[in-house]
């Protein structure tokens, strides 16, 4: 065997290799690799099965929370959902790309335009919705114009893996794992920052999807919305939900406005979710214009904080939950 034969066989493992990374199984549909790269496929483990796509697409469609983490990834997006309630956490950058990108669908999965994903002529369509919400979509329609591969939330917490499966599946990783980086080098600089700060302490949080006009509150709980990106850096949440559910009910609940001082009179501290702006999210001033609220023991110890960006569901988005963090916990270093 001669030395230029060994090394194009030595390249041709290489690229085998790198095409079976990432969870995949492989090129199914060459396995003799006869056809040119931009042809090449590997079978992916979607919500929906497993699903056989380009290795490397070239014109993504992305629906629901798949919007957010596959601009934030620089994948060759040609089609979008609108995502309006991430739109404030969106950097100058992303929000430009968001609002170039043509819009497929609406905010919810029964508006999708499935003339205008066709337009689009997609090779792939990744869905980022609920499993429940995919009965929403006319799922074989979407397949007869490109491979679809549906990867939705479940518990909020989990918007770290399900933002790198989308990314993995739309074949932008590499600037994913760029951003995941920055957010976990922040992280640990706030962690060391604030250790001994809020070790002693035990954290509740008041979420906004409470419903003021049903005088009820949201109490959020380890791996929540509220919650997850705080204890990355060492708060601890105390307490768990009453009556667990699926998704963001195992890990949140609604009590009654009567039953706050139960509920969070043993915490230490309480973390509060506000509008990006900093406002007050109409169901959050609800709570806090009652006295029930301002005699918990937290509020009158002046242990009450506020924080932005809680419902970031990307590692960009997570470093500005961290910056609010870290204006909002600022003053427990003085104390």
């Not at 006869?34 to 992305?62: L, Q, W």
């Not at 491979?147 to 990783?173: H, M, N, Y």
């Not at 309480?270 to 702006?277: G, H, I, L």
Request: charged share 20%; glycine share 10%.
């Amino acid at each position: 065997m001669s030395v230029r034969r060994s090394s194009g066989l030595i390249g041709a493992l290489a690229l085998a290799l790198a095409l079976t990374g990432c969870g995949s199984s492989g090129n199914a549909a060459d396995p003799a690799g006869r056809a040119g790269a931009e042809n090449r496929t590997r079978v992916f483990a979607a919500d929906n099965g497993k699903i056989t796509i380009p290795a490397a697409p070239k014109r993504v469609v992305a629906t629901g929370y798949a919007v957010p983490a596959l601009i934030e990834a620089g994948a060759p997006l040609v089609g979008i959902s609108t995502w309006k309630r991430g739109e404030p956490m969106m950097g100058k950058e992303a929000l430009a790309a968001y609002n170039k990108l043509p819009k497929v669908a609406g905010e919810q999965a029964t508006e999708t335009n499935y003339e205008a994903v066709a337009a689009a002529e997609p090779d792939l369509i990744v869905i980022g919705v609920p499993a429940p919400v995919l009965g929403d979509i006319d799922v074989k329609r979407l397949e007869s114009i490109a491979p679809v591969v549906a990867i939705g939330p479940t518990v909020p917490s989990a918007w770290r893996d399900l933002s790198r499966r989308q990314a993995d599946a739309a074949g932008a990783l590499k600037q994913f794992d760029t951003v995941q980086a920055a957010y976990e080098a922040k992280a640990a600089e706030l962690a060391k920052k604030y250790k001994d700060a809020l070790a002693p302490l035990k954290f509740g949080h008041v979420g906004s999807y409470g419903e003021a006009a049903k005088g009820t509150f949201q109490r959020e709980f380890s791996g929540s919305w509220g919650t997850n990106v705080a204890e990355n850096i060492g708060a601890s949440y105390y307490g768990q939900v009453k009556k667990p559910g699926p998704g963001s009910k195992g890990v949140s609940e609604y009590p009654s406005l009567e039953e706050l001082p139960a509920s969070l009179g043993a915490a230490d501290a309480v973390t509060y979710s506000v509008k990006a702006d900093g406002s007050l999210p109409e169901s959050v001033k609800y709570v806090m214009e009652s006295e029930l609220w301002k005699n918990l023991p937290a509020v009158k110890a002046g242990k009450a904080f506020p924080i932005r960006h809680t419902e970031a569901a990307t590692y960009g988005q997570a470093v500005q939950t961290l910056e609010a963090i870290d204006t909002a916990f600022a003053p427990l270093l003085k104390q």
